[in-house]
């Protein structure tokens, strides 16, 4: 009995040290202020990928702090405006600069979220175009989304992590 109570004891004490480790983490590693430069360099690529198939590609939005990221969350609620988002600050990979929402621009330089737009001709909706490049680039795409928000303009690169261990410090490799 002793015995596990002395791994009881170490095992708690391990627990604690851990959160301690965790909350020093997050407090001590700055946010970035930034698209992360895989990101950015894969949004360049996009671009011109779409662009020799046709379509030409609009980045609606890349890199949104915290507080942006809340002033768009307000939106619908406190504020006037339809709701776009269902995160606050912290929560979301574009505050990380690890996520773009992009749109289609038309020749008259009108911006669209059509999802059935073919302008290119060849029977494919442009906007699953975009996506399927993207695809092949490393994005996600808000389309793939489980439940019922479907976040079609958005596509992201996790580098395998999750918000919570974001909001903890940890950060994709830069190159």
């Known amino acids: 009995m002793k015995i596990f109570k002395s791994i009881l004891f170490l095992a708690v004490l ?5 959160l301690i480790t965790l909350e020093w983490k997050k407090r001590n590693t ?19 990928k779409a662009s020799e198939k046709g379509i030409n590609v609009v980045i609606t ?22 709701i776009v988002t269902h995160v606050e600050g912290g929560e979301s990979y574009h505050n990380y600069g690890l996520a773009i929402d992009f749109a289609l621009k038309l020749d008259d ?3 669209v ?18 996506i399927e490049i993207a695809k ?3 994005f996600k795409s808000g389309a ?32």
Do not use: C
């Open 61 to 82: 939005d890349d890199f949104r702090s915290a507080a942006e990221q809340d002033r768009l969350y307000e939106q619908g609620r406190s504020r006037e405006g339809t």
């Open 113 to 130: 979220w059509d999802l059935e737009r073919d302008d290119n001709g060849n029977g494919q909706s442009d906007w699953m175009e975009v």
């Open 30 to 48: 700055p946010l970035p202020t930034e698209l992360h430069p895989i990101v950015a360099e894969n949004r360049d690529i996009l671009i011109q």
């Open 136 to 138: 092949k680039l490393g």
């Open 109 to 111: 330089d009108s911006v």
């Open 144 to 175: 793939d989304f489980q439940g019922s928000f479907k976040d079609y303009p958005h596509l992201e690169m996790n580098f395998g992590l999750r918000i919570r261990e974001l909001q903890y410090g940890e950060r994709p490799p830069l190159q």
């Open 14 to 18: 391990a627990s604690i040290f851990y």
